[in-house]
């Protein structure tokens, strides 16, 4: 892949149960470019959501670097001072999550989700209320998020999203709790926004269909790299 926004190499991730170690990510390299999309695949338990947490910075490696907009994060240098913090603030301007449930703050509605976020990446919010039109859900932009669905949730996480005008954004199974037709909804607004913006996509899913959405494919379940 050309114009590499993510370079992975070599990353390796362990837990520990009880008195064994189990390792999760094994010395794992791929990258990916610019606009790119990247379906994570392989059985329960594979590492997918562990992959997604590392790059978004929920888990530390054990060894490894990731490199994203030309800006390093190495495992050895973790501890170093400064590099948690260079890194917080590149997840927190250019990464753009989206989990299986949408993690919406409780207190806020709707359209200050949206606008928190675009803040919170240091743009301007002015405009949050689009991004609620764009995913048709600009009626609901005062209610609270347990005042509106599942997938109007999942529709405002997307908002959040693309209002911080992410360079990346990590999805794992974003509408694994949504019915089919909903699912498809938000996926196909997903993919499109994914495209029209420009942003690459790493998507976590055990839906062969969707994966083959995506121009690129990683299973886990059999550790092989892009
Ligand atoms: N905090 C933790 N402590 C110990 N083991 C963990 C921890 N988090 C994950 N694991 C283990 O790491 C392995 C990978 O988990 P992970 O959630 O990444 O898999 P997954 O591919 O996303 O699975 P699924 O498709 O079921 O969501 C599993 O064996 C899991 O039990």
């Keep these: 892949m050309t114009d590499s926004l993510l370079a992975v190499r070599g990353l390796s991730k362990h837990f520990i149960s009880g008195n064994e170690t189990v ?12 606009g790119q999309s990247l379906a994570l695949t392989g059985r329960s338990g594979s590492g ?9 910075g929920l888990e530390w490696p054990d060894a490894g ?11 050895g240098r973790a501890r170093v001072r400064g590099t948690t913090e260079a890194w917080s603030a590149l997840r927190r301007q250019h990464i753009g999550v989206v989990f299986q449930e949408a993690n ?13 976020r675009a803040r919170l990446a240091g743009r301007d919010p002015k ?7 764009r995913l048709d859900i600009s009626e609901l932009a005062g209610r609270y998020p347990d005042q509106v669905s599942g997938g109007q949730r999942q529709r405002a996480a997307l908002a959040m999203v693309f209002a911080m005008e992410p360079a990346l954004i990590l999805a794992d199974e974003p509408t694994g709790s949504l019915d089919r037709h909903t699912s498809d909804e938000v996926i ?3 993919f499109s926004l994914q495209v ?5 996509l790493v998507l976590a899913t055990h839906d062969a269909e969707l994966a083959d959405s995506c ?6 379940g059999h550790l092989s790299g892009v």
Excluded at 65 to 75: E, K, N, P, R, S
């Design 23 to 34: 390792p999760v990510i094994e010395k794992l390299s791929f990258t990916l470019g610019q």
């Design 48 to 56: 997918k959501s562990t992959l997604l947490n590392l790059l978004c």
């Design 65 to 75: 670097t990731i490199v994203m907009q030309g800006q390093v994060f190495d495992a």
């Design 104 to 116: 919406l703050m409780p207190a806020l509605s709707l359209l200050d989700n949206v606008r928190f």
């Design 127 to 133: 405009n949050s209320e689009d991004w609620l039109t």
């Design 188 to 190: 196909r607004e997903l």
């Design 196 to 200: 029209r913006y420009g942003c690459s």
């Design 215 to 220: 121009q690129h494919h990683l299973d886990l």
